[in-house]
C-alpha cells in the first residue's frame, strides 16, 4: 500500500495498562482499525500449519520480544487486508486507511523497522499507571481471560521487559515529541476523555 496515504497512532504502555480497553473504544468514535500486535500473535500461535507457533507461546509465557520479522510481517499483512476490506466503503477514500496500533513498537528494532519498512507513526498514545495496579487487573482478568501469561511469574517478566525494552522506545519518540501521555490509573471514561481529545488534535 501507499506510505503516505496511511494514518498510524502507536499506543503503549505497560501489561494491564488499559492499551486494549481504550482502543475498543477509540474505534468506535473514530475511524480507525485496531490492530493488537499481542491478538496477531496469539492468532498466528493457534493457526494450523504456522511454523512460528511454539516460538510465540514460549516468548509470550516468558514475556519475551517474539523476533521483529514476524510481527512487522503479521501487522503489514493486516493492515493490507483492512485497506483492502474498506475500499469503497462508505466514508472510506480508496487506498486510505488509519491505524491505532495496540502494543508495538516495544522494542527499539522494531520501531525502526517499521518506520523503514511499512509507514512513520503520527503519534503515540502512552498510558500510565502504577506496577500494582496493573498487576491487580491481569490477575483479575486472568481469572477469566484464558491468556497463558496472566500469572504472576509472567506478569512480573512482562514487566521486566517493558522497562528495559520498551522504555526505550517510548523516550525515543518523546524525543521527537510524538506522545501523548495519558494517566490510567483513573476510570475507563476518565482516560477515555483524554485519548479521545488527543486523536481530534491529530485530526485536525
Ligand atoms: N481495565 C482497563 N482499563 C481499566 C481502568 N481504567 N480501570 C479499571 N480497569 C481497567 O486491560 C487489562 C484489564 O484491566 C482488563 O481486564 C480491563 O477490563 C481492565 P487491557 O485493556 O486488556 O490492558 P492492555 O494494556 O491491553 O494489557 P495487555 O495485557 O494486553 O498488555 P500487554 O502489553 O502485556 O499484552 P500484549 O497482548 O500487547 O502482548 C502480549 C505479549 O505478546 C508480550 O508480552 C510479548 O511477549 C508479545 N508481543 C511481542 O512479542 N511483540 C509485540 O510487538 C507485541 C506483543
Ligand atoms: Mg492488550
Known amino acids: 500500500f501507499d506510505r503516505r496515504k496511511v494514518v498510524v497512532v502507536f499506543v503503549l504502555g505497560g501489561p ?28 498466528e500461535q493457534n493457526r494450523e500449519g504456522s511454523e512460528f507457533g511454539e516460538l510465540i507461546r514460549t516468548c509470550i509465557r516468558e514475556g519475551n520480544i517474539v523476533p521483529m520479522e514476524i510481527t512487522v510481517k503479521l501487522l503489514e499483512n493486516a493492515m493490507k487486508a483492512e485497506i483492502e476490506k474498506n475500499n469503497g466503503a462508505e466514508g472510506w477514500t480508496d487506498g486510505r486507511g488509519r491505524f491505532l496500533i495496540d ?44 491468556r497463558e501469561d496472566d500469572n504472576v511469574e509472567s506478569i512480573r517478566k512482562r514487566f521486566n521487559t517493558y522497562k528495559e525494552q520498551t522504555m526505550p522506545v517510548v523516550k525515543y519518540y518523546a524525543e521527537l515529541g510524538k506522545v501523548a501521555e495519558i494517566d490510567s490509573s483513573r476510570s475507563i471514561d476518565e482516560v477515555y476523555r483524554d485519548a479521545a481529545q488527543w486523536m481530534r488534535k491529530i485530526l485536525n
Open 103 to 146: 502494543g508495538f513498537p516495544r522494542k527499539m528494532d522494531q520501531a525502526i523497522k517499521f518506520g523503514e519498512e511499512v509507514c512513520v507513526a503520527s503519534l503515540v498514545l502512552f498510558f500510565t499507571t502504577t506496577e500494582g495496579i496493573m498487576l491487580h487487573r491481569l490477575l483479575e482478568r486472568g481469572k477469566t481471560s484464558g
Open 16 to 43: 494491564g495498562a488499559g492499551k486494549g480497553t481504550q482502543c475498543v473504544k477509540l474505534v468506535n468514535e473514530f475511524r480507525f482499525s485496531h490492530l493488537s500486535a499481542g491478538d496477531l500473535l496469539r492468532a
